[in-house]
């Protein structure tokens, strides 16, 4: 049976950039793999996998919180790879999970940990419980050289712990922060935390 991933990053931690390397590297042998999105995440249009370096590749499938993937598209394939995992559904990551026992193809998931109030996303939960092997794709705090292991929201250059936990508008800026940067930048901008 192939294995279930989770590689977990915070924003700007090149999740996607590695995820694309990977599908460099397998094409390159001459190997099939499927490139999946949910289908929420139009930041860079629809169909593209894009990388914050520039890189990009199409997205072979889209998925919606209640689809049903049709394994008919996994024939041949070497190996599954998914980016921004986040948004995916439990349903989803169930489906992917079954995927890689029934079909033997490795599923690798690639994204957040966490949303900027630090809870976990539903796909990222799901995969955190699944999971054979979890991953963490690191990056250094941009306040500090700590590791970071949170997503900062800035919105008119403050820390802010308001607004939806998806969004994908212009407004907002992430930022990767350790722990005590992200408490010190919320105090700077006057907001309560409930932690
Ligand atoms: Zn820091």
Redesign the pocket.
């Known amino acids: 049976m192939a294995k279930l991933y989770f590689r977990h990053g915070t924003v700007s931690s090149a999740k996607t950039l590695n995820l694309l390397a990977v599908a460099h590297n397998y094409r390159s042998q001459g190997k099939l793999v499927v490139l999946i999105k949910p289908a929420l995440d139009d930041r860079f249009g629809a169909d593209v996998i894009r990388s914050r370096v520039g890189i990009e590749q199409p997205a072979d499938m889209k998925v919606l919180a209640d689809s049903h993937i049709d394994r008919k598209e996994f024939d041949g394939v070497s190996c599954i790879l998914v980016d921004e995992a986040q948004f995916c559904s439990a349903a989803v990551i169930d489906q992917l999970r079954a995927i890689s026992v029934d079909l033997n193809i490795p599923v690798i998931c690639y994204g957040l940990r966490a949303d900027f109030r630090t809870n976990l996303f539903e796909g990222s939960q799901r995969l955190f419980e699944l999971a054979d092997s979890i991953e963490e794709v690191k990056t250094t ?1 941009a ?2 050289n ?1 590791k ?1 292991i949170t997503n900062l929201k800035h919105v008119g250059g403050r820390a802010t712990l308001a607004g939806p936990s998806v969004e994908l508008g212009a407004e907002e800026k992430y930022f990767p ?2 722990y ?2 992200y408490k010190e930048q919320h105090a700077m901008a006057g907001v309560q935390q409930a932690a």
């Open positions: 705090c306040f500090c700590r970071a922060a350790c005590a940067c």
